[in-house]
């Protein structure tokens, strides 16, 4: 938003024992040698021993990188939803009224991949972990968020200040705000999930609670 008409509310993953002999037969050796082509097999299937000190360095600086990336939409977001909860609250003022579509306008690129921030969360490298995989799943849902849910939401709300009555926004804010509820709620238990597996509390991508709009 323009710094000449600002709202008057906030922006807002060797034993030691003895060596024994080997049979001379061949049916042994042969047998031996398979045996061991098996072990080292299920020894290089098995998933290295994760290192917990890293691993939780790692997960940090991901949820660090997501939650820097999603700040601006997160800010135009409670801006958007916080606008239209005073138009329909009746407290809204002229100001706000005639600069209202610019803003929403600028909060709706903010959630789009047309923002650098956004589009860098295409960028953030998830580690290969087992705490790794949730920190992946948080980041796809906290990116379905941003760029569909609350985008999407922000279009409505940008077309109901405009006309209070139109009923197919009506309809796609709520549902749209509902999407934002569920995939913020996946997104956290990821978060969690990757909280319990490294046996620490990792911080949050700092995904807001929208209250439910009225209509």
């Known amino acids: 938003m323009s710094d000449e008409s ?4 906030p922006a807002a993953p060797s034993s030691d024992g003895a060596a024994r002999p080997w049979y001379r037969r061949r049916g042994s050796l042969v047998a031996a ?9 299920v020894v290089t299937d098995l998933p290295a021993p994760d290192n917990r000190a890293s ?5 940090k600086t991901v949820i660090g990188q997501i939650s820097t990336d999603l700040a601006p939409c997160t800010n135009a977001t409670g801006e958007a939803f916080q606008l239209y909860g005073f138009q329909t609250a009746g407290t809204i003022t002229s100001s706000e009224r005639a600069n209202a579509s610019g803003w929403l306008s600028q909060d709706i690129v903010a959630c789009s991949f047309a923002n650098a921030q956004v589009f860098d ?6 580690p290969g972990t087992a705490s790794g ?15 569909s849910d609350a985008l999407d939401a922000m ?25 934002m509820v569920v995939h913020r709620g996946y997104a956290d238990r990821s978060i969690e ?3 319990t597996l490294l046996t620490i509390s990792l911080p949050s991508l700092g995904l807001p609670s929208i209250p439910e709009p009225a209509t």
Request: charged residues 10%; glycine residues 2%; aromatic residues 6%.
């Open 155 to 179: 279009n409505a709300i940008q077309t109901l200040m405009a006309n209070p009555t139109d009923a197919t926004a009506r309809t796609t804010l709520l549902t749209q705000w509902h999407l």
């Open 33 to 41: 040698a398979v045996v061991a082509i098996l072990a080292v097999t």
């Open 6 to 9: 600002a709202p008057r509310f």
């Open 133 to 147: 995989k949730q920190l992946g799943d948080a980041l796809s849902w906290a990116t379905q968020w941003a760029t």
């Open 121 to 126: 969360l295409s960028n953030v490298n998830i």
């Open 55 to 59: 691993d939780i360095a790692a997960a």
């Open 193 to 195: 999930t990757a909280s």
